[in-house]
């Protein structure tokens, strides 16, 4: 059985061995660090008290974040409430991990007081980090959106140089179909539940459910051939659920 350390040895391995793949382009992949809080409302509390609270909050991190850092919250669109019992997810971006650990320390000497608005609406059982890793850039990042998310392992001596080159092939693909949407891989690391064996969660992010329908049409209509003879080699991935995202603010880059 995998080990954590082991997951995050791999994943920075798989990172270098990325952007070594991507040298012939002049440039590494996109990356990012993400934080995670896993959430659920205060008995009756509901969303709309969610995004008041961190309506305020965002006038508050303007001042208070040294770092630029853009939240998001994740509510349940297309999931198996039995698999994931939560009301919501929080999701936070920050140019890389130095920079959320800023975060994480202007939050904790000066976050107290909305830390206990946001506990009086919702309350979260799991925080978590991952690095995010940009495979098919998205130009609507910070724009309410969909996020479709599957939960990946490599196969035997499969790696992330192998996913990034089979990434670049689906990419020509989507680009000669017209395919709408972005990639991005996201790799857990600290705080995942020490069963997870999960290398990399596969992200597809579009604008509108519509968009993600026509995708999915194109899939059924050819796309799940191409896409099977470039990943299935590479790894097994469980049943996608699809989450909406709504952008609530943060802090923009100095």
Known sequence: MRTILTTITTAVMGMILTTAALADDHSGPRT???EAYFCSFVDGKDMGDLKKVAAGWDEWADSNFTES??????????????DFPYDSLWLGVAENHEAMGKIGDDWSAKGGQWQKKFDAVSTCSSHALMSSVEARPYDKLEEPGYVQISACQFKQDASFADLTAADKEWNAWMDENAMPGGIYRWIPGIGAARADQTDYYSVYTVDTLAGRGAAHDMMLAGGFQVWNSLYSAISDCDNPRVWNAQPVGGVAAQ
């Open 32 to 34: 990012s660090a993400l």
């Open 69 to 82: 850092y853009t939240a998001y919250i994740l509510s349940p669109a297309l999931i198996n409430g039995a």
